[in-house]
């Protein structure tokens, strides 16, 4: 098994099959059998199963009620409302963040994007997903509004599954993922809110900047 320090047995399971999706080694209508996976990672199918449970959060997998679990895709209509929700979190969090300065966030931010990028060289989603989580998140931190950010952060586990159905959607390139971030980095080093929000809209629900 991968050596995944620091996680609990269904924790690492959970991840490293959420990277074998994210990444495609495991595509959409892939059938995931319990006694399968057990077997090959050398684990029990209940911590299987819990691993597949979560996975069912995360929207990347679908599981029947006799246990038949399949990799799956959010719908059209899914990633919209997931997009739509995080931008109207977001752009509120955004607004806080001008108001008080952006200094401190920027060179972090710029930095993520840079990771992103190699991420994007090594064709790595489960890595720009991780990334892009963290760029988001860091944002809206920033606003320093607690409730804000545990809103936002519930909505973490499924951007996954967002980002990976849209890629397969609209056929984007995951070079595309680093040059969208670093245009939300450049307008915010700007600090005209109406340009940023109008930035970040398109970021998040203009047909070729979905995710």
Do not use: W
């Not at 449970?53 to 679908?62: A, F, I, K």
């Not at 979190?89 to 008080?100: K, T, W, Y």
């Not at 988001?136 to 509004?145: E, I, S, T, Y």
């Not at 971030?181 to 998040?204: F, I, K, N, S």
């Amino acid at each position: 098994m991968p050596d995944l320090e620091h996680l609990s047995l269904p924790d690492s399971v959970h991840r490293l099959l959420r990277t074998r999706i994210l990444n495609n080694e495991l595509p959409s209508g892939t059938r995931l059998v319990e006694a399968s996976i057990a077997q090959e990672l050398g684990v029990s199918r209940s911590t299987v199963r819990l691993a597949l449970t979560r996975l069912q959060g995360d929207g990347l997998v679908e599981i029947s009620p006799r246990r038949h679990s399949v990799v799956t895709r959010l719908s059209h209509a899914d990633i919209e409302d997931a997009c739509y929700a995080r931008y109207v979190l977001e752009e509120g969090a955004l607004r806080a963040v001008l108001a008080h300065g952006v200094a401190e966030l920027l060179d972090p931010l710029a930095e993520l994007v840079e990771r992103m990028a190699h991420a994007a060289n090594a064709k790595d989603l489960a890595a720009i997903v991780d990334l892009d989580t963290a760029f988001h998140g860091r944002l809206v931190a920033a606003a320093r509004k607690p409730r804000l950010a545990q809103l936002f952060g519930g909505m973490d586990a499924q951007m996954g599954a967002v980002m990976r159905s849209s890629l397969e959607e609209q056929h984007l390139d995951l070079a595309d993922m680093p040059r969208m971030h670093r245009e939300l980095v450049d307008v915010l080093a700007e600090g005209d809110p109406a340009t940023a929000a109008a930035t970040l809209y398109r970021h998040y629900l203009r047909d070729d900047y979905r995710l």
